[in-house]
Protein backbone atom coordinates (compact mmCIF):
# COMPACT_ATOMS: atom_id res chain seq x y z
CA UNK A 1 0.00 0.00 0.00
CA UNK A 2 1.55 3.35 -0.42
CA UNK A 3 2.28 5.38 1.87
CA UNK A 4 -0.26 8.23 0.70
CA UNK A 5 -2.85 5.53 1.10
CA UNK A 6 -1.84 4.19 4.38
CA UNK A 7 -2.00 7.68 5.52
CA UNK A 8 -5.50 8.19 4.33
CA UNK A 9 -7.12 4.43 6.26
CA UNK A 10 -4.98 5.62 9.47
CA UNK A 11 -6.76 8.88 9.45
CA UNK A 12 -9.97 7.07 9.00
CA UNK A 13 -9.30 4.70 12.15
CA UNK A 14 -8.63 7.95 14.05
CA UNK A 15 -11.58 9.45 12.95
CA UNK A 16 -14.45 6.68 13.31
CA UNK A 17 -16.84 7.47 15.83
CA UNK A 18 -17.89 4.82 17.99
CA UNK A 19 -21.58 3.71 18.08
CA UNK A 20 -22.87 4.64 21.70
CA UNK A 21 -26.74 4.26 21.94
CA UNK A 22 -28.66 1.51 20.66
CA UNK A 23 -31.82 3.80 19.43
CA UNK A 24 -29.75 6.08 17.26
CA UNK A 25 -30.58 4.47 13.69
CA UNK A 26 -31.84 5.83 10.67
CA UNK A 27 -34.27 3.09 8.34
CA UNK A 28 -35.65 2.66 5.36
CA UNK A 29 -39.33 1.09 5.01
CA UNK A 30 -41.93 0.51 1.73
CA UNK A 31 -44.29 -1.97 0.85
CA UNK A 32 -45.96 -2.91 -2.36
CA UNK A 33 -49.76 -4.05 -3.13
CA UNK A 34 -49.58 -3.42 -6.86
CA UNK A 35 -47.16 -3.24 -9.35
CA UNK A 36 -47.19 0.90 -9.58
CA UNK A 37 -46.99 1.58 -6.02
CA UNK A 38 -43.55 2.49 -5.64
CA UNK A 39 -42.56 2.39 -2.14
CA UNK A 40 -41.26 -0.78 -2.48
CA UNK A 41 -38.66 0.55 -4.89
CA UNK A 42 -38.56 3.93 -3.33
CA UNK A 43 -37.28 1.85 0.06
CA UNK A 44 -35.06 0.18 -1.81
CA UNK A 45 -32.84 2.74 -3.43
CA UNK A 46 -32.77 4.99 -0.09
CA UNK A 47 -31.62 1.74 1.84
CA UNK A 48 -29.26 2.68 4.52
CA UNK A 49 -28.17 -1.37 4.86
CA UNK A 50 -24.51 -2.09 3.69
CA UNK A 51 -21.88 -4.63 3.60
CA UNK A 52 -19.24 -1.76 4.31
CA UNK A 53 -18.88 0.44 7.14
CA UNK A 54 -19.57 4.14 6.07
CA UNK A 55 -17.48 5.36 8.73
CA UNK A 56 -13.84 3.05 8.66
CA UNK A 57 -14.74 1.59 5.36
CA UNK A 58 -14.15 -1.82 6.42
CA UNK A 59 -15.95 -4.80 5.78
CA UNK A 60 -18.52 -6.10 7.96
CA UNK A 61 -19.25 -8.82 9.61
CA UNK A 62 -21.99 -10.25 8.08
CA UNK A 63 -25.12 -12.56 9.37
CA UNK A 64 -27.80 -14.26 7.01
CA UNK A 65 -31.09 -15.96 7.55
CA UNK A 66 -33.85 -16.97 5.18
CA UNK A 67 -37.56 -18.52 5.55
CA UNK A 68 -40.22 -19.50 3.26
CA UNK A 69 -43.38 -20.56 4.21
CA UNK A 70 -46.87 -20.71 2.77
CA UNK A 71 -46.96 -21.06 -1.07
CA UNK A 72 -44.73 -18.26 -2.31
CA UNK A 73 -44.18 -16.72 0.59
CA UNK A 74 -40.27 -15.76 2.00
CA UNK A 75 -38.52 -13.15 4.22
CA UNK A 76 -34.64 -12.76 3.92
CA UNK A 77 -32.96 -10.83 6.21
CA UNK A 78 -29.34 -9.72 6.73
CA UNK A 79 -27.41 -8.59 9.03
CA UNK A 80 -23.91 -6.44 9.02
CA UNK A 81 -22.03 -5.06 12.31
CA UNK A 82 -18.55 -3.28 11.59
CA UNK A 83 -15.70 -4.99 13.67
CA UNK A 84 -13.76 -1.84 14.79
CA UNK A 85 -16.27 0.81 15.63
CA UNK A 86 -19.51 -1.19 16.09
CA UNK A 87 -21.38 0.75 13.38
CA UNK A 88 -23.94 -1.67 12.33
CA UNK A 89 -27.26 -2.53 9.62
CA UNK A 90 -29.97 -4.40 9.03
CA UNK A 91 -32.17 -5.13 6.17
CA UNK A 92 -35.53 -7.11 5.80
CA UNK A 93 -36.71 -7.98 1.99
CA UNK A 94 -39.87 -10.26 2.15
CA UNK A 95 -42.66 -10.98 -0.27
CA UNK A 96 -45.92 -12.45 0.80
CA UNK A 97 -47.98 -15.24 -0.12
CA UNK A 98 -49.52 -12.91 -2.85
CA UNK A 99 -46.25 -11.92 -3.96
CA UNK A 100 -46.24 -8.42 -2.60
CA UNK A 101 -43.21 -7.49 -1.45
CA UNK A 102 -41.71 -5.07 1.09
CA UNK A 103 -38.62 -3.76 1.79
CA UNK A 104 -37.26 -2.56 5.37
CA UNK A 105 -33.48 -1.20 6.28
CA UNK A 106 -31.96 -0.03 8.87
CA UNK A 107 -28.39 1.38 10.35
CA UNK A 108 -27.55 2.78 13.29
CA UNK A 109 -26.09 6.07 13.99
CA UNK A 110 -23.01 6.94 14.81
CA UNK A 111 -21.69 10.01 17.40
CA UNK A 112 -18.38 11.31 18.51
CA UNK A 113 -17.44 9.36 21.25
CA UNK A 114 -17.39 11.41 24.29
CA UNK A 115 -15.22 10.13 27.25
CA UNK A 116 -16.39 12.32 29.94
CA UNK A 117 -20.27 11.74 29.19
CA UNK A 118 -21.66 10.01 32.38
CA UNK A 119 -24.19 8.41 29.61
CA UNK A 120 -22.09 6.03 27.87
CA UNK A 121 -22.51 2.48 28.41
CA UNK A 122 -20.01 0.03 29.64
CA UNK A 123 -19.18 -1.97 26.63
CA UNK A 124 -18.39 0.39 24.05
CA UNK A 125 -16.23 2.07 26.74
CA UNK A 126 -14.15 -0.77 27.62
CA UNK A 127 -13.88 -1.78 23.47
CA UNK A 128 -12.97 2.54 23.02
CA UNK A 129 -10.67 2.81 25.68
CA UNK A 130 -8.64 -0.27 24.97
CA UNK A 131 -8.37 0.92 21.30
CA UNK A 132 -7.16 4.67 22.59
CA UNK A 133 -5.68 4.48 25.72
CA UNK A 134 -4.05 7.73 26.31
CA UNK A 135 -7.67 8.90 26.84
CA UNK A 136 -8.62 6.88 30.14
CA UNK A 137 -7.88 10.07 32.04
CA UNK A 138 -10.58 12.14 30.22
CA UNK A 139 -13.53 9.00 31.46
CA UNK A 140 -16.27 10.76 33.66
CA UNK A 141 -15.79 10.40 37.07
CA UNK A 142 -19.24 8.44 37.50
CA UNK A 143 -17.81 6.25 34.62
CA UNK A 144 -14.68 5.57 35.88
CA UNK A 145 -16.34 4.04 39.02
CA UNK A 146 -18.39 2.03 37.34
CA UNK A 147 -15.32 0.74 35.15
CA UNK A 148 -13.46 -0.18 37.93
CA UNK A 149 -16.54 -2.23 39.37
CA UNK A 150 -16.77 -3.91 36.02
CA UNK A 151 -13.12 -5.16 36.67
CA UNK A 152 -13.39 -6.44 39.89
CA UNK A 153 -16.72 -8.47 39.11
CA UNK A 154 -15.88 -9.63 35.44
CA UNK A 155 -12.41 -9.98 35.74
CA UNK A 156 -11.53 -10.76 39.46
CA UNK A 157 -14.76 -12.43 39.85
CA UNK A 158 -15.97 -9.84 43.06
CA UNK A 159 -19.63 -8.87 43.76
CA UNK A 160 -19.87 -5.15 43.76
CA UNK A 161 -21.70 -4.01 46.55
CA UNK A 162 -21.88 -0.66 46.48
CA UNK A 163 -21.16 2.75 44.62
CA UNK A 164 -20.98 6.37 45.63
CA UNK A 165 -21.10 8.24 42.81
CA UNK A 166 -23.74 11.03 43.58
CA UNK A 167 -24.22 10.80 47.00
CA UNK A 168 -21.78 10.87 50.08
CA UNK A 169 -18.90 8.21 50.14
CA UNK A 170 -16.70 9.74 53.05
CA UNK A 171 -13.76 8.62 51.52
CA UNK A 172 -14.62 4.71 49.72
CA UNK A 173 -16.15 4.37 46.28
CA UNK A 174 -16.92 0.68 46.04
CA UNK A 175 -17.28 -2.22 48.24
CA UNK A 176 -16.61 -5.69 46.36
CA UNK A 177 -16.22 -8.50 47.89
CA UNK A 178 -15.17 -12.32 47.29
CA UNK A 179 -16.87 -15.05 48.90
CA UNK A 180 -15.14 -17.81 47.85
CA UNK A 181 -11.80 -16.21 49.03
CA UNK A 182 -13.79 -14.47 52.09
CA UNK A 183 -12.28 -10.80 51.09
CA UNK A 184 -14.12 -7.70 51.42
CA UNK A 185 -12.15 -4.80 49.58
CA UNK A 186 -12.79 -0.68 50.07
CA UNK A 187 -11.96 1.18 47.05
CA UNK A 188 -11.16 4.56 46.22
CA UNK A 189 -10.83 5.77 42.82
CA UNK A 190 -9.78 9.19 41.24
CA UNK A 191 -10.00 10.32 38.16
CA UNK A 192 -6.84 12.62 38.11
CA UNK A 193 -4.59 13.82 35.68
CA UNK A 194 -1.81 14.76 37.84
CA UNK A 195 0.42 12.18 40.31
CA UNK A 196 -1.57 11.42 43.47
CA UNK A 197 -0.54 13.11 46.34
CA UNK A 198 0.40 10.76 49.56
CA UNK A 199 -2.36 13.47 50.99
CA UNK A 200 -4.75 11.23 49.35
CA UNK A 201 -3.31 8.07 50.52
CA UNK A 202 -3.72 9.06 54.39
CA UNK A 203 -6.94 10.04 53.74
CA UNK A 204 -8.32 7.07 52.19
CA UNK A 205 -6.69 5.00 54.88
CA UNK A 206 -8.38 7.69 57.50
CA UNK A 207 -11.67 6.32 55.65
CA UNK A 208 -10.66 2.70 55.91
CA UNK A 209 -10.43 3.18 59.53
CA UNK A 210 -13.51 4.68 60.10
CA UNK A 211 -15.46 1.63 58.25
CA UNK A 212 -13.53 -0.41 59.61
CA UNK A 213 -11.87 -2.02 56.84
CA UNK A 214 -8.90 -3.89 56.89
CA UNK A 215 -7.91 -4.37 53.10
CA UNK A 216 -8.37 -1.70 50.32
CA UNK A 217 -7.40 -0.62 47.15
CA UNK A 218 -6.34 2.81 45.37
CA UNK A 219 -7.20 2.96 41.90
CA UNK A 220 -6.30 6.41 39.41
CA UNK A 221 -6.25 6.89 35.53
CA UNK A 222 -3.04 8.50 36.58
CA UNK A 223 0.22 7.98 38.23
CA UNK A 224 1.28 7.90 42.18
CA UNK A 225 3.52 9.89 43.63
CA UNK A 226 7.28 7.99 44.44
CA UNK A 227 6.67 7.61 47.95
CA UNK A 228 3.08 6.21 47.42
CA UNK A 229 4.13 2.56 47.50
CA UNK A 230 6.10 3.03 50.71
CA UNK A 231 3.73 4.69 52.19
CA UNK A 232 1.24 1.88 51.61
CA UNK A 233 3.52 -0.42 52.46
CA UNK A 234 4.57 1.72 56.07
CA UNK A 235 0.38 1.88 57.20
CA UNK A 236 -0.01 -2.05 56.45
CA UNK A 237 3.29 -2.41 58.53
CA UNK A 238 2.26 -0.47 61.31
CA UNK A 239 -1.95 -0.89 61.34
CA UNK A 240 -2.34 -4.47 59.91
CA UNK A 241 -4.12 -2.35 57.21
CA UNK A 242 -3.31 -2.98 53.96
CA UNK A 243 -3.81 -0.68 50.90
CA UNK A 244 -2.65 -2.04 46.86
CA UNK A 245 -2.19 1.15 44.58
CA UNK A 246 -3.42 0.71 40.75
CA UNK A 247 -2.09 3.36 38.50
CA UNK A 248 -3.86 3.95 35.13
CA UNK A 249 -1.14 1.73 33.03
CA UNK A 250 -2.08 -1.27 35.30
CA UNK A 251 -5.46 -0.33 35.06
CA UNK A 252 -5.63 -0.17 31.04
CA UNK A 253 -3.97 -4.03 31.24
CA UNK A 254 -7.12 -5.18 33.00
CA UNK A 255 -9.62 -3.17 30.21
CA UNK A 256 -8.01 -4.63 27.76
CA UNK A 257 -8.32 -8.53 29.27
CA UNK A 258 -11.97 -7.14 29.50
CA UNK A 259 -12.31 -6.19 26.05
CA UNK A 260 -10.43 -9.43 24.75
CA UNK A 261 -13.00 -11.49 26.59
CA UNK A 262 -16.20 -9.97 25.30
CA UNK A 263 -18.05 -11.82 22.72
CA UNK A 264 -18.39 -9.89 18.90
CA UNK A 265 -21.48 -8.16 18.59
CA UNK A 266 -24.36 -10.59 16.89
CA UNK A 267 -27.47 -10.12 15.48
CA UNK A 268 -29.08 -10.86 18.24
CA UNK A 269 -28.02 -8.42 20.22
CA UNK A 270 -30.12 -6.00 18.25
CA UNK A 271 -33.89 -5.55 18.39
CA UNK A 272 -34.28 -4.61 14.77
CA UNK A 273 -32.85 -8.45 14.02
CA UNK A 274 -35.63 -10.44 16.75
CA UNK A 275 -38.64 -7.60 16.29
CA UNK A 276 -39.68 -5.88 13.39
CA UNK A 277 -40.42 -2.06 14.54
CA UNK A 278 -43.87 -1.81 12.23
CA UNK A 279 -45.83 -5.33 12.67
CA UNK A 280 -44.09 -6.29 16.30
CA UNK A 281 -42.13 -9.50 17.06
CA UNK A 282 -42.40 -12.40 13.94
Known sequence: MPLSAALEVSKLFQQAPIFVFADST???YGYSTSAKDSGFQDAKA???????????QLECESEHESTSYGVTGWVKDWFTCCPRCGWWSYESDSDDTD???????VAAILRKFDCDSPDIPIDPLVSYIAQNQDLIREIHPAKLEELVGA??????????ERCSYARPDKGIDLIVVNATEKRTLAIQVKRYKRPIELGMIHQFFGAMVE???KEGVFVTSGKFRSGALTTAASLKRKTNIKIDLIDGKRLLEFIGIMNLARPK???????FWMSHPYFGKR
Not at 46 to 56: A, E, L, Q
Not at 99 to 105: I, L, M
Not at 265 to 271: E, R, T, Y
Open 211 to 213: DDR
Open 151 to 160: VYSEVLGFKV
Open 26 to 28: KSS
Open 99 to 105: GNPTYHS
Open 265 to 271: PQASDFP
Open 46 to 56: DTVFSFTCPYC
